[in-house]
């Protein structure tokens, strides 16, 4: 079992920055892809980003290429999310996932573990 727990979500305006933070327990976190999901009012959850076991390797969705880093800190059990240049339609409940055993291509698809999630709030 994985356990995740987020951090650093709240309310920015438009244009602003924002960071979230994952710290994971239960297993060696070198060994565990990491990943993001978020899932707005009213639509579907969707991927993020996501981030290898050594860090050498991400992926990210469209909508968020260029804004948007993920970052890992295996001394630490923990991965970021940095945003950046948020818009209103970044606003969404912000989802760490976990895949055992998984690479970045699957964690974007159906990660093992999911966290409680964070909310994100963008004004404009």
């Known amino acids: 079992q994985v356990q995740l727990v987020e951090s650093g979500g709240g309310l920015v305006q438009a244009g602003g920055s924002l960071s979230l933070s994952c710290a994971a327990s239960?297993?060696?976190?070198?060994?565990?892809?990491m990943g993001w999901f978020r899932q707005a009012p009213g639509k579907e959850r969707e991927f993020v980003a996501a981030?290898?076991?050594?860090?050498?390797?991400?992926s990210y969705a469209d909508s968020v290429k260029g804004r948007f880093t993920i970052s890992r800190d295996n001394a630490k059990n923990t991965v970021y999310l940095q945003m950046n240049s948020l818009k209103p339609e970044d606003a969404a409940v912000y989802y760490c996932?976990?895949?055992?055993?998984?690479?970045?291509?699957?964690?974007?698809?159906?990660?093992?573990?999911w966290g409680q999630g964070a909310q994100v709030t963008v004004s404009s």
């Open positions: 996932t976990a895949g055992v055993g998984q690479t970045i291509a699957t964690m974007s698809q159906a990660p093992n573990y």
């Open positions: 981030i290898s076991r050594s860090g050498g390797s991400t």
């Open positions: 239960g297993r060696t976190f070198s060994t565990i892809a």
